[in-house]
């Protein structure tokens, strides 16, 4: 979700529009286009809920084979965790970091780094969506 070449003036922006309007941003992130396609196409519904990771842990992992997909459906994969957990979780809320990288801040203060555990779960399998969701959840 970096997107270097926009330079730091626009970082500035999306950390702006995410204080003026959070509900926007956070409609922006859940998009995960690639990821809703590819659960589409297996059947997978994706309603935003933790159900839903469950049911993308099950799917059989073919992106896993083309090197073009893997790291945009991993992106894609760390958007959704982190779309169902501030969806579901008490006062989890997105928070851009000044390198522009998306990440959700839990009531209690810690940042989870939901790309990057997306990306780790595209390429492995490991750990479950499900999984982080529940680690997650409890805190």
Request: aromatic fraction near 6%.
């Amino acid at each position: 979700m970096n997107i270097p070449f926009l330079g730091h003036r626009h970082k500035k922006d999306v950390r702006t529009a995410l204080a003026a309007d959070p509900e926007a941003v956070a409609a922006l992130l859940s998009e995960c286009e690639l990821l809703r396609s590819q659960a589409a196409q297996a059947g997978v519904r994706l309603d935003d809920t933790p159900a839903s990771l469950e049911a993308l842990d099950q799917m059989v992992p073919r992106w896993r084979d083309d090197a073009e997909i893997l790291p945009w459906l991993g992106n894609d994969a760390g958007l959704y965790l982190g779309t169902v957990v501030v969806r579901t979780v008490t006062g989890a809320v997105w928070r851009i970091r000044p390198d522009g990288e998306p990440v959700v801040l839990l009531a209690s203060g810690r940042e989870v780094e939901v790309v990057a555990a997306g990306q780790e779960w595209a390429a492995s399998g490991a750990p479950e969506l499900s999984q982080l969701y529940a680690e997650i959840a409890e805190t």
